[in-house]
Nanobody
Framework: QVQLEESGGGLVQAGGSLRLSCAAS????????MAWFRRTPGKEREFVAAIGWHGGSSDYADSVKGRFTVSRDNAKNTVYLQMNSLKPEDTAVYYC????????????????WGQGTQVTVSS
């Protein structure tokens, strides 16, 4: 059974940093593209960042470029999202997702999802 478990969320002041982790079990994360999405109440799910299965490619939403960095440790079957210079508009539930194949920004193309972790940025 595939499980993705996010951790690292919390409350931080604007300008601060957080690092989210996504631990995968039941699949070999190194064979999957791993992505982060986020959702706020009243808004659609939004693509944040993704990293290819080999780690050589990544993609980011324009709103987080230069502030967020996605990385992976295949030995630990874990993906990370380093979030710096956080803004109140980054407040959301962040979800980890996995898909077999290339990076896409459409959440519907991802096969596996975690339960999410809340990130709250205060002004």
């Amino acid at each position: 059974q595939v499980q993705l478990e996010e951790s690292g969320g919390g409350l931080v002041q604007a300008g601060g940093s957080l690092r989210l982790s996504c631990a995968a079990s039941g699949l070999t994360a190194s064979s999957y593209t791993m992505a982060w999405f986020r959702r706020t109440p009243g808004k659609e799910r939004e693509f944040v960042a993704a990293i290819g299965w080999h780690g050589g490619s990544s993609d980011y939403a324009d709103s987080v470029k230069g502030r967020f960095t996605v990385s992976r440790d295949n030995a630990k079957n874990t993906v990370y999202l380093q979030m710096n210079s956080l803004k109140p508009e980054d407040t959301a539930v962040y979800y980890c997702a996995a898909r077999w194949g290339s990076i896409f920004k459409l959440g519907n193309l991802y096969n596996y999802w975690g339960q999410g972790t809340q990130v709250t940025v205060s002004s």
